[in-house]
């Protein structure tokens, strides 16, 4: 029971700056300023890491497969 409790408050703890850091990289990606392209690959690059995370952390809250 405490690990569980543990994982859900670690779980909280990333999923919100994770928002906030996909939230804003998606903002740059999405607007209509000129842009390097080492700096929209590299923008993209986060972009993937964050949806990455956030598709491992969803899945810590899914009950375990019997």
Same mark, same amino acid.
């Given at each position: +029971?405490?690990?569980?409790? #543990?994982? $859900? &408050?670690? %779980?909280?703890?990333l999923?919100? *700056? =994770? $928002? #906030?850091?996909? $939230?804003? /990289?998606q903002?740059?990606? =999405?607007?209509?300023? *000129? +842009?390097?392209?080492?700096? &929209?690959?590299?923008?993209?690059q986060?972009?993937? #890491?964050a949806i990455? +995370? %956030?598709?491992?952390? %969803? $899945? /810590?809250?899914? *009950? *375990? #497969?019997?």
């Open positions: +029971m405490l690990e569980e409790q #543990a994982i $859900a &408050k670690l %779980r909280h703890d999923a919100n *700056p =994770l $928002a #906030a850091l996909l $939230a804003e /990289t903002l740059l990606l =999405l607007g209509d300023h *000129p +842009m390097d392209e080492d700096v &929209k690959f590299g923008l993209q986060i972009e993937q #890491a990455r +995370m %956030r598709t491992l952390l %969803r $899945a /810590t809250q899914e *009950p *375990p #497969a019997s």
